[in-house]
């Protein structure tokens, strides 16, 4: 549409020049139907079109362009010297317009109402009335045509870029800056050369010119049309602009939304945490749309963005496959409402659909969190990384706790314009990123999997590392953001998250989550037993009920590590080693041959499990016998359909990968002494505060209690020397020991005298599985239908 648009608006202004007809020519008393044009000055009209062409295709040369417009140039010259008008010798109507349209360029098919709003766009440019074309304004547009000129050769090299098709690029990011800069120059050039910002010309004047031209031939091209409607009327609103100067705003607008869909779309920008010149583009064009929006014309008249301008734009951004994520349309548009809603509004609980626009609140919110993110980010960029450089985390969190970020909140004041109550919360949440890595186990990072282990801090790590763990945790602030219940002065680590917030989380997320693949669409779960995992198996996991910030900041790094990359990793492995079978699972992954799975798991443990480590040199020091034993238990927990023994699906690895953190999680905290990959009685004990209102629940089911139920019989003496609390947490330790509930026959005939059961040896890695496959229907592990 953008070259037919080109080549008719070119024709037209040659039409106007196609006027040796006799009804308007000097001393021919009578027309003919049709009219030779002899004049040699007058030959070269038939070139123009080709010349525009060549333009639009960006093979024009500055020669080419001078031609053309110097034939327009006499064109107007004999127009205005040797044509008059039907009623006046010195204006032309816009039936004589439509008369000489219809008789002598028939090809053109310019209808009476398309000369009618050609008429209405001449008066926006050149001034005068709609109805006729004055000879005084034929000067008017020659003088126009000059300015377009020169206008038109800055802006010829850079032709196909205006034409925003992707298989026109790639172009590099220097062209793209000269050629929106010379745009935004052009189009105030010829703005200030026109009348059009002292008349009321809006777009729907551009719609009626564009349809009745017949420039609309199929859907492709009303599709685009409604689209720029809506850029226009996000950005500058409905109503036509008033002034000089709120055209030259919403230039500077139009061409910003312009340049950004253009490096989106021209250039290799896209959301990976694995270069740091990468990650600082998105940034760079995130902070530019944010910045955009809120200066624009619309927002500085009405203090709103609308919705139903920005949802169209959206959904074209999300087929063009911009935005890195394969949702439906229906789909993304509620979840990035709903995120609005929670995260970036001052009203948590109304339906995404009832999001009308964007307000202030929401843009300081936005600004709120792009700010933490780009500074904490700057931060890791300023230290000494290049590539292949690592650091320790001891010098990491020394880094970090020396860092001023006192010269970047004062630049967010002088130069971005943030009030000091902003900036303020701002650094509330710097600081809180910093408290986390200045903690005991801080969230680090590993080949992109969270590092699970208690020698963790002697753990090397880059750029890369760094920088995905910072990401992953601004998701989880962003979750406590939204469901968790805030602290009034937003201190995250006063606030909590209730099991009903974080359900509210799963149900609105869940189809989005189902649609990109971390979700299992067979999942009948509501999110709390993934709560459950939470309160249980992260390094703050203490079984409370309720979820600490640096709780929901550990699951969330645990479950994009095993649920997301190890399990990419895995199944990477699994593909390069022929494992693969034809049949693909309901994710579209390919089922894995178990034998296979098996012997190519342990191969390369040492890679997948770089990030728990400790595991995968415990799965190295197992005999082959040991390893199928280990797997055999681990798997068994793991696998979400019993009946499909001998093959392996994605939701089985995931599960597999999540177990193996969660173990280790447990190992990192409780195996505290010799000899380490073991835990011994006093150990498991230690973890009983974390299970025991788990406990408390679980053996109120009914197979447990009738298992239990002798405890508090009459006869059992037991009960003289030992609480009731005190059976529960020894019953545990059991249960961790020995895979099962205890029953009667277990305890020690000596509990009068010492322990309620005997303990022998210690607990590895293996032996803790048991406990995992007991309590499997109550984490969602393995279960099927649940995630």
Known sequence: MNSKMLNILFSLIAVLGFVGCDKFLKGKPQPPKIVEIQASDLDCVKDVQADFKKLVESQASEQDIDNSFSCLYRTLDQFKNRAEGSTNPNSFTNSDLFTIFDTFFKDAKVSQTATDNLLVLKKALLGGV??????????????YLKVLQVEVKKLSPYIKVFAFKKEDGPFDQKTLNLAFSQLRHSLKTLLT?????????????????????????????????????????????AEPLKSESEYLLAIDNFVDIASLYADALYTDIKFEVTEKNQLNKVL????????NLESSVQYKKTQEIPIKYLDPIIAEVLKAKIIPVDVSEATFMRFYKTLIIRVFNDQKGIDALSLKSLRPVNFRNLKREYHIFRMYQ???????????????PAALAAKIKAYNFVPALSKAISING????LVYDISLGLEELRAESQSNLPILYRDKKMVVASTQNSAEVDWEDVSRAHYVKMLARELMLGWADLDPSLNLYK?????????????????????????????TDNGADNFTQADLFTYSGNGDNMLSYQEILQFVNMLLSGGGELTTQIQDVMEKAGCNLKQLDIFGKPWIDEKCFLKNLRSNSTQLFS????????????????????????MGVARLNPDTVGRIETSDVRTFSLLSMFIDSLFTIYDTRAPFGEVDPDEIRASYPRFKNFVADYVKKPDVAEKLKEWDAWYNVCKLSHSKDEFLREAFVFLVYNGRIPEQSDVSLACNFGDIFNFEGNVDRRGIISTFQILKDEIALGNAGKN
């Open 378 to 392: 700057d931060m890791i960029n300023s230290f000494d990384f290049t590539a292949r450089t690592y650091i320790t």
């Open 284 to 291: 760079d064009f995130t902070g530019r749309l944010i910045d």
């Open 495 to 523: 606030s909590t998250m209730p099991k009903k917030g974080f359900m509210n989380w799963y149900a609105d997320f869940k189809d989005f989550a189902i649609e990109i693949k971390l979700f299992d669409p067979r999942a």
């Open 193 to 237: 050369a026109s009348k059009i910002s002292r008349v009321e010309y809006n777009f729907e004047d551009v719609k009626q010119l564009t349809t009745s031209l017949n420039l609309i031939e199929d859907q492709d091209d009303q599709h685009l049309l409604t689209l720029v409607e809506n850029v226009v009327n996000l950005l500058a609103g």
């Open 418 to 421: 943030l009030d000091q109550a």
């Open 130 to 143: 709609e109805n006729e074309i004055t000879k005084t304004e034929l000067d008017l547009l020659k003088d």
């Open 611 to 634: 990030h728990i480590y400790l595991f995968g040199n415990y799965v190295k020091s197992l005999s082959e016998q040991e390893y199928l034993g280990f797997y055999t238990e681990l």
